[in-house]
């Protein structure tokens, strides 16, 4: 059977209005060719991952961002950048020359009101623009809050379908630093993922943050993509040259296995995989799942991979009540009881808020990791 | 004559060689005398709905050398605080007040333990101003138990609670709103004091700040909105982000008065007559013109968006300390050797606050649970290296 790992169309999977799988919704998607991956097993997904010998360069996170940006701006005349010092290069270096090569008019620099920002974005998108909005600090993006959960959210929904703000996406680095104390470090994705109406994606390496960031932009629905700033340096590998998107709400099986199934997703996948390695000399084989998407989430995969194993950890930076883990974890439970061999366990951060000089303790490290694995 | 000459000639040594004038005690030529001075403050202020102060101010001489002095403890421990930065004691993020000492010397000059302040960021001199120590800052700054938050704050989050001092506060604009909370506790429970909201320039274009505004005007609280206008919010230049940099006139309708923030007696001025006109009317805003030499934070250098020539010239004609200084030379209230000790004092007195901070230990265990909500609940935490530590709280 022929599949293309890199698609460039996208598969919307759900048939509820929401997620405009209707054709006539603006023009800025092109339905795939009929691929049902839901009776696809995961190791189906993995065995067919050949890709064809590309050109590839070897980058870190923030040069593939950049020239993901870069294929947007070019591909797409009514694409905009904006947020707080884009112009410059940001302060992550995402959106350097940008300006220089599209101009004021399509990168420009928004004063500090982040409020402002994301509704502005969701009016430039709903007259079928790409707005790409970029918040500073995912810590700063609670002004955006209502604008996100209460007017892109529900924008389609609530016109039946009249306009949409499909062209937005909001792009914001997340997630601990090391030094970052409580306003540079935190993990917001699961208010987003209470959200029905918009994705989550999260990259985890420099190839997976070009492609997915490629797909949310031309998704036709808003989408917040949530970039592990640790990563941004620290993050280097091939990422192919040219222009490939990754599908939206699929997972990827990092590593097959068949005792337990961990799920995670951006820079904790790290942390797991080195977990990973050595819970393996131990003779214990893991399967390591990275969401990419929180919402929508592939429940199937995650479920076919549990129904082999038997067993399931989850891990995030978040705090662990109410984080997104207790989504997979009530969902799994649900669906693969009688196959669950041992309670879902998660390793997750602590109750508290994000500590300055505690963080060693606050994060969920390799050693927790192990702890839970039962070693 | 003789004898005149022998007074003179002990006087040169027991002055460390500095002249004395004949008329003045040879013991000691700083005057510490709080004879009211009245002196003309150069810059005029700009008033927007109001009539601003008259530009001659009351102080003492004793008022200026206690300005010069917390001046130069601020300068030093921001400076020193660099250095802890460059050397790793600090890590995260800190954010320097040099150069602006004026604004919070200015400030608490007018104000008494009945008003409050709360601001953003860049807090440490503030915190300074509020009654802090320069012992509770670094240890806060190093993230140690002897800091003014317990060493859970750090940089950003100094407060105080006996000097009225709410911090501290990391978002940009959000503390204005609270600041029209704490103003309104203020009238209600009759306190006679004001509230003190400080802002940016860069923050200054938050909705949350027009949302404060509006309701401080609408009910008439003793609040003043202080937009610490530094020109640069973080790399963007006020022309940049704002439509009309005039953030005096920004409240639109709450009058506005616009100040020499390098000035340390027209701060005091424009403070005391705010003061006054709030406590009857509701709010007002003040706009200090001030400068920041370093950059944003410590990880600007603060030359990739503005020339280091206008950093020196504004460090060579509009420094807040050196203005002091060349007051009370003209006027004789000090000799350069007597400001010469008030500096070594001031010196010594930051080098041992940090010896001390650098000896304080770090938080226990359990401050990472506790505090959290009033009344701590139990907590299990795992300790980063696999051995499992069970933290019981109260």
């Known amino acids: ?375 | 004559m003789a004898l005149r000459q022998a007074w003179q000639k002990a006087g040169k040594v027991l002055n460390g060689g500095a002249l004395v004038s004949p008329g003045s005690t040879f013991a000691r030529a700083l005057s510490t005398s709080s004879d009211p001075l009245t002196l003309e403050i150069p810059v005029p202020f700009k008033g927007h709905k109001v009539d601003p102060p008259s530009s001659t101010v009351e102080t003492s001489a004793a008022e200026l050398v206690d300005f010069f002095r917390t001046m130069f403890v601020m300068r030093r421990m921001e400076i020193a605080a660099d250095s802890l930065y460059k050397s790793k004691f600090i890590r995260g993020f800190c954010h320097l007040y040099d150069g602006q000492e004026a604004v919070c010397v200015g400030m608490e000059a007018a104000l008494n333990d009945k008003d409050c302040i709360i601001t953003a960021y860049r807090d440490h001199c503030t915190h300074l101003g509020r009654g802090g120590t320069v012992l509770e800052v670094f240890a806060e700054l190093m993230g140690r138990k002897d800091g003014c938050s317990l060493g859970k704050g750090g940089s950003m989050h100094m407060y105080n609670k006996k000097g009225g001092f709410y911090g501290g506060n990391g978002i940009v604009g959000a503390q204005t709103p609270l600041g029209a909370g704490l103003a309104f506790a203020q009238k209600y429970l009759k306190v006679d004091g004001v509230t003190l909201a400080m802002y940016g320039d860069g923050a200054a274009n938050q909705g949350q700040l027009f949302e404060a505004m509006n309701i401080s005007a609408l009910w008439d609280l003793p609040v003043i909105y202080v937009c610490e206008n530094n020109h640069y919010g973080m790399g963007t230049a006020e022309w940049r982000s704002a439509k009309s940099p005039e953030y005096y006139k920004r409240g639109d309708y709450v009058p506005g008065l616009k100040v020499d923030g390098m000035d340390c007696l027209a701060v005091k001025q424009a403070v005391k007559f705010a003061k006054e006109y709030s406590l009857k009317n509701g709010p007002m805003v003040l706009e200090m013109d001030t400068y920041r030499y370093h950059g944003h934070s410590m990880s600007d250098p603060g030359s990739t968006y503005r020339t280091r020539d206008e950093i020196s010239g504004v460090r060579q004609e509009r420094d807040p300390i050196e203005r002091i200084r060349k007051l009370l030379l003209s006027h004789e209230f000090a000799s350069v050797a007597d400001l010469k000790a008030i500096e070594k004092e001031a010196k010594k007195e930051v080098e041992d606050a940090l010896a001390k901070a650098k000896e304080s230990p770090s938080p226990d265990a359990p401050e990472l649970f506790s505090h959290i909500y009033r009344k701590s609940y139990g907590a299990e935490a795992y300790g980063a290296d696999r051995k499992e530590s069970t933290v019981k709280l109260p």
Not at chain 1, 243 to 263: C, F, H, N, Q, W
């Open chain 1, 1 to 375: 059977m022929v599949r293309r790992r890199f698609s460039f169309g996208l598969v919307s999977r759900l048939s509820s209005p929401i997620y405009g799988r209707s054709p006539c919704s603006g023009g800025i998607w092109t339905p795939c060719l009929g691929q049902k991956r839901s009776f696809m097993t995961a190791k189906d997904l993995v065995e067919s991952e050949e890709p064809e010998k590309k050109v590839t360069n070897r980058i870190n996170m923030f040069s593939a961002i950049n020239q993901a940006l870069h294929t947007v701006l070019d591909s797409d005349p009514k694409s905009y950048v904006f947020g707080e010092d884009v112009g410059f290069g940001g302060v992550f270096r995402c959106t350097t020359a940008l300006r220089d090569k599209f101009g004021r008019h399509r990168v420009f620099n928004t004063p500090l009101c982040e409020q402002a920002i994301v509704g502005f974005g969701i009016g430039l998108a709903s007259m079928g623009n790409r707005a790409i909005a970029e918040i500073q600090f995912a810590d700063y993006i609670f002004p955006a809050l209502d604008q996100i959960v209460n007017e892109a959210a529900k924008y389609r929904y609530r016109s039946g379908n009249l306009f949409n703000c499909g062209g937005l996406t909001v792009r914001a680095p997340y997630g601990a630093v090391g030094h970052g104390g409580h306003y540079h470090s935190q993990s917001p994705e699961a208010f987003f993922c209470h959200v029905p109406g918009i994705k989550v994606v999260i990259p985890r390496s420099p190839s997976q943050a070009k492609g997915l960031l490629l797909a949310s932009i031309r998704d036709p629905n808003p989408v917040v993509f949530f970039e592990p700033k640790w990563l941004y340096r620290l993050a280097v590998e091939e990422v192919p040259v040219d222009d490939y998107t990754l599908p939206l709400s699929s997972a990827e099986v990092m590593r097959k296995g068949s005792d337990i199934t961990l799920v995670g997703w951006g820079a904790q996948l790290a942390i797991m995989e080195e977990a990973c390695d050595e819970v393996s000399k131990l003779g214990i084989s893991c399967e390591l799942i990275d969401l990419r998407t929180l919402i929508p989430w592939d429940k199937e995969l995650v479920e076919d991979s549990v129904n082999k194993t038997g067993r399931l950890l989850v891990s995030h930076e978040a705090p662990v009540t109410g984080g997104f883990g207790a989504e997979i974890a009530a969902s799994i439970t649900n669906s693969c009881f009688l196959r669950l061999q041992a309670p879902v366990s998660r390793v997750c951060g602590l109750d508290t808020p994000f500590p300055l000089v505690f963080e060693p303790f606050y994060m969920p490290t390799k050693n927790k990791e192990l702890q839970t694995l039962g070693l």
